[in-house]
């Protein structure tokens, strides 16, 4: 069972409700774009992923100035409340309004006003994020409920899994007029109730941390940059923000790949029954993901983040191996067995990953003196930011490269559906035995510090 932090009831909400609405912006748009844009509305891959990737590219490059502007804002107004609050409404407004394009417009025209409302939704998104990871990250000042306060948010991360690729077989039900209505009423409710919804929650419940360091000061430390970091510390950030390319990139690109096999191969061009198993799946994964973040924790509090990590990794690359023969046709109950083996991957992604983010602002701050959690977050956002790029992008190059076309339909090439088992199972072990390697350079003073603290505070 899932030890609780140590905090009030009102900031576990608070923390719920945020986590909820960072998960739904970041993953509600590939949810629904993949299969209403490109497979129903047979836009091309690569121009869509190229439509969506430009806001994302903006939103990454201004990471650092949202993190400094931020921290000016909390400092000059004492609060970081009412930017999360501002921020969240007009991401879920943009959201909203990505449904909205008229079924006769030509591609052109459609994927223009996909990419400036996008950009729209992606910098607003970034400014409620950043600002929402930072008053969790300093919830807490020890290593040990820092840890809990993490896990718990993952755990509300993996509750929006239940539910976010349910989106499309949702606006697909008979009681819409058609798909063009289901989609822009579900687009709706996404963007107003789950990601402005929840993080107005967020802005409202929250309870943020006083810094007592002089305001003049604070905004100079407010543009820390990495020249500015310990060597020991710049080692760590790079391994960690690595790992995030890794797997929110890399990876990411090769599991894209599972809904169209679980379409095109599995069932045979069928778009209804393959997102139907696409949401078996990822429903799978949250609740594998929710059993296992309380296990998690308690692993990485006995042994140490990095330990557990690579036990993790390997893990990982015995399921991308199995992935080859989880993907086949008649065997679509198998997909349960996937998201058994790669579902702790993803709760590191939300625990331990952070964790040791928020590790390090630690070490930072008690070396120098100052406070700069939005500086680490900062990076973190802009690292992923850039990875999503990379998903994007590669997977819609590599549709191309291997000769998939939406509008052939069920009549894909034998050609194709190998190369996409191919990559789907050889990049997947590729990516989970990299990081391992990677992990054995971490500075020791980040891991000692780490464990240090954890065991100090059992």
């Known amino acids: 069972m899932l030890q609780l932090p140590a905090i009030k009831n009102k900031e576990k909400v608070a923390i719920g409700s945020g986590y909820l609405a960072i998960f739904f912006a970041g993953h509600s748009i590939n949810a629904l774009t993949t299969p209403y844009y490109q497979m129903t509305r047979a836009l091309d891959p690569l121009l869509l992923a190229i439509a969506l990737t430009l806001p994302l590219i903006i939103s990454a490059a201004i990471s650092s100035q949202v993190a400094i502007i931020s921290d000016k804002i909390k400092f000059k107004w004492g609060s970081r409340r009412q930017l999360i609050l501002l921020s969240g409404w007009v991401a879920g407004i943009s959201f909203s309004s990505l449904w909205i394009f008229p079924e006769s417009w030509g591609d052109t025209t459609l994927l223009m006003m996909l990419c400036l409302v996008a950009s729209v939704f992606y910098i607003s998104s970034c400014f409620f994020s950043i600002n929402i990871k930072c008053v969790t990250f300093e919830t807490r000042s020890d290593n040990y409920q820092r840890t809990l306060v993490l896990a718990f948010a993952s755990v509300f991360e993996r509750i929006g899994s239940l539910v976010y690729f349910w989106l499309y077989p949702l606006a697909k039900l008979p009681i819409w007029q058609s798909v063009y209505t289901g989609v822009q009423v579900v687009g709706s409710a996404v963007g107003l109730l789950l990601i402005a919804g929840f993080a107005t929650i967020f802005a409202f419940l929250c309870q943020e941390k006083t810094d007592k360091t002089p305001h003049f000061q604070q905004l100079k430390q407010a543009k820390l940059t990495f020249s500015n970091l310990t060597p020991d510390i710049k080692k760590a950030l790079t391994i960690i923000l690595a790992l995030v390319i890794l797997k929110f990139g890399a990876t990411s690109v090769c599991s894209s790949f599972d809904y169209y096999l ?64 989880i993907y086949t046709p008649e065997s679509e109950w198998l997909i349960i067995l996937d998201a058994l083996l790669n579902a702790s991957s993803w709760v590191a992604m939300s625990v331990i990953i952070p964790a040791l983010l928020a590790d390090l602002s630690a070490i930072h701050h008690k070396a120098s003196g100052y406070q700069n959690t939005s500086y680490f977050v900062s990076q973190h956002n802009k690292v992923l930011q850039f990875s999503l790029v990379i998903a994007l992008i590669g997977s819609g190059t590599l549709l191309n490269l291997i000769g998939f076309d939406a509008s052939s339909g069920t009549a894909q090439t034998e050609s194709s559906l190998f190369f996409m088992r191919l990559i789907l199972s050889v990049g997947s072990i590729l990516f989970s035995l990299l990081p391992i390697w990677l992990l054995t350079f971490y500075p020791s003073n980040c891991v000692n510090h780490s464990q240090l603290t954890g065991n100090l505070n059992k």
Do not use: C, M, Q, R
């Open 262 to 325: 679980l379409v095109y191969y599995v069932n045979y061009g069928d778009i209804e029954a393959g997102s139907h198993w696409k949401g078996i799946l990822s429903t799978s994964f949250a609740l594998f993901g929710i059993l296992l973040t309380p296990v998690i924790a308690y692993l990485v509090n006995a042994y140490g983040k990095i330990s557990i990590l690579k036990f993790i990794y390997v893990i990982s690359s015995v399921a991308g191996a199995a992935k080859w023969f």
